[in-house]
């Protein structure tokens, strides 16, 4: 049993720190440079909208307000909506936008395989409905299109809580964690660990889904990657998102992301083992599926520790349930008066994060995973 608490320990502490220490050394000796400058290619920004009629009307001013020649941008809302969305957007076609509205919903990634290949653009912006972005953001991203390697860049998201609220605050912490993960890995042009699918921009002639079901940010973006072309983070191009308001809905998108995504990430092991891609192999695997399976590892560490009472590892096993308890008191403490001490925040925050990654787990193996994507907030 000793063993066994030994090497999920070990796993766990690889995970958190291990990873990140290894990533940091390989972009140290191996990093390299984006040749970036201004230029102008004709760009297709696409807006994916579903029921979108609280935020459609700031988004698409937001979109003319940006800081790029207006004859080379083309403004695409890629629409599913039952609601107001399409007669508000079509307000704005005279004024440059265009809309392309699908009766039959099919799901976020069914709607952009038929839509990107009636965008005009040789780069394609992807962007949500409720991803606001900064002024110069499309500029920003498309210089880095100037380097023949690069295929693939995504933006930088900094998450809002205009609200305070407890989770929201957690989010934003996790999200700075993932950012310098992926800081470094972008210097290695090998983003395989996640892009933003709120703010990404990619060569049009690279879209490559896997099929019409399978082609969100993050398998388009690595298919990108795994094809030899260069993906990275440009710190610059940002864009802005409110950040949940409570526990319960941003579990509910933790679950359907982590369910979705993990499924994702093992058809990309495959092909990234299959083409000989041992960098995208390791980032992949590393940061993505020894992540999202992290609940085995710590049910196993519990498990194991409660064998081993009689040792001086007595301490770590009470060390768990504290922090334990401290997670349940925190989420106790957010449900029911929405805001959780900072002293329990970082415990709330994960243990939320990795049950929800359970769920997933369990999701992909006893059930089945979504194509159609719901609001969460």
């Known amino acids: 049993m ?46 994916s909208a579903y029921n979108e009629e609280n935020i459609i009307r700031e988004k698409i001013e937001n979109s003319f307000e940006l800081d790029y020649p207006k004859e080379k941008l083309e403004i695409i809302v890629a629409s599913e909506s039952t609601d107001k969305t399409n007669e508000i957007v079509k307000e704005y076609i005279g004024k440059g936008v265009v809309l392309y509205a699908y009766d039959n919903r099919e799901g976020k990634r069914a709607t952009l395989y038929r839509t990107v290949p009636l965008a005009k653009g040789e780069i394609i912006v992807f962007s949500d409905a409720n991803a606001i972005y900064k002024r110069d953001a499309i500029r920003k991203l498309v210089r880095n299109f100037f380097d023949d390697r690069i295929g693939c860049v995504s933006g930088r998201l900094i998450y809002v809580n205009p609200k305070k609220s407890s989770i929201g605050s957690g989010e934003i912490t996790y999200w700075e964690y993932d950012l310098i993960l992926k800081r470094m890995a972008s210097h290695l042009f090998a983003l395989g660990g996640g892009v933003n699918g709120s703010i990404l921009a990619i ?33 610059e191009a940002i864009s802005y998102e409110e950040t949940s308001e409570n526990s319960k809905q941003e579990f ?15 058809l990309l092991l495959i092909e990234a ?27 196993i560490l519990f498990l194991s520790n409660s064998f081993l009472l009689n040792t ?56 089945k995973t979504e194509m159609l994507w719901e609001k969460v907030r």
């Open 2 to 47: 000793l063993i066994v608490f030994i090497f999920s320990f070990s796993v766990l502490i690889y995970i958190f720190f291990g990873y990140p220490v290894v990533l940091g050394i390989f972009s140290f000796l191996f990093g390299k440079k984006v040749n970036k400058k201004e230029f102008y290619p004709h760009v297709s920004l696409i807006i």
């Open 203 to 235: 060569r049009k002639k690279l879209y490559n889904p896997i099929d019409k079901y399978r082609g969100d940010d993050f398998e388009i973006s690595n298919r990108i990657e795994i094809n030899g072309h260069g993906v990275i983070l440009e710190p």
């Open 252 to 266: 509910k998108r933790k679950v359907r992301l982590a369910t979705w995504n993990l499924k994702s990430t093992i």
């Open 273 to 299: 083992v299959q083409k000989g891609r041992l960098l995208t192999t390791f980032i992949l695997f590393s940061h993505r599926f020894l992540r999202y399976i992290t609940p085995v590892w710590l049910i």
């Open 312 to 367: 001086n590892l007595i301490y770590l096993f009470f060390l768990q349930i504290l922090f334990y308890s401290l997670a349940f008191i925190g989420l106790m403490m957010e449900k029911n008066y929405n805001k959780i001490n900072s002293f329990l925040l970082i415990p709330s925050y994960f243990c939320m994060v990795n049950y929800a990654a359970l769920l997933a787990l369990m999701k992909n193996l006893f059930g």
